[in-house]
């Protein structure tokens, strides 16, 4: 006699199905967004550091890469702080 297969059950189709939805949001957020490189150069207390980072956005961009800067160049968080309310020394965007 032959093996009858036997029907997925509701539960592994909705398992199947949400799998494969998270794969589709997961693949529109990496590939749809557009996202933006910035090259952003901190100067604080006589110390440069130039770093480049990629965001969602510009103003995401441009923020961790002056945090990021920072944390490179300051000792402590009062230093760090204060360096980050500085204004870049140069930032230079572009959409990638």
Not at 11 to 38: N, P
Not at 63 to 73: L, M
Request: hydrophobic share 40%.
């Amino acid at each position: 006699m032959p093996q009858q297969k036997r029907p997925l059950s509701k539960a592994a189709i909705a398992g199947i199905v949400f799998v494969v939805l998270m794969f589709g949001l997961i693949l529109f957020q990496t590939m749809g967004l557009r996202q933006y490189e910035c090259e952003v150069c901190m100067e604080f207390e006589g110390q440069r550091k130039c770093l480049t980072v990629r965001g969602e956005s510009e103003q995401q961009a441009i923020q961790t890469a002056v945090d990021n800067a920072c944390s490179y160049i300051t000792n402590g968080r009062a230093e760090g702080f204060r360096c980050s309310a500085t204004p870049p020394a140069s930032v230079q965007c572009k959409q990638i």
